[in-house]
């Protein structure tokens, strides 16, 4: 029975990563940057997405889908910052998944899109199996979780490509060892970009979207040189 369910979780994995390549081609034909986000619950995972969309709506247009278990309420707060977002309730799953992702995105023009952020559900185990299709996976970890948290989940590091360090207005108060967070970090995932934020003081966010015009730019040229 055990080898059974290895070679289930094997095919569906399979065919998540081969709709998940379909996905990224489409996005790197329309020259549009996707950014996933993922952490456990309570990171301020969508604090962070709203500040990063009403930054970055100033002059792009930009998009974000979301993941939840159940409710729509990240959704109505992210359209504070534009309407060009869609709720993806996934009920007793943990976790999105490409064909989430290809539904969601029916109703949008790619090609009228600049930034499309996926947020994952609130969890540090299973998103890291599966492949979207993003162009760069964020992962968070708050300040109010703990330091060891990329020891505990080492796979999800490992699967991201960019840390952020959440609600950093709170280390103090929370006695955050912020040198043991980013040592952690880098022992499981040697090299990787590590941001210090606050969504609430905006500390720290000039340096990330710093880092998505750089990407966006590369998305550009890569559309740019399929085209040619």
Known sequence: MSTRMVEVRATVL???DLLARSLRERFKANGVCVVGLVSSPGSGKTA????LLAGLARDFQVAALVGDLATENDAARLKRATENVRQITTGTICHLDAQMIDTALEPWRLEDIDFLFIENVGNLVCPSSYDLGEELRFVLLSATEGEDKPLKYPTIFNSSDVAIITKMDLADAAEF???AARRNILSVRPGMR?????AKTGAGMAEVFQLL???LARSRDARAELQS
């Open 213 to 215: 015009r750089v990407q």
């Open 14 to 16: 399979k065919q998540n």
């Open 177 to 179: 060892d912020l040198a």
């Open 194 to 198: 590590i941001f210090e934020v606050s």
């Open 48 to 51: 962070f997405l709203e500040k």
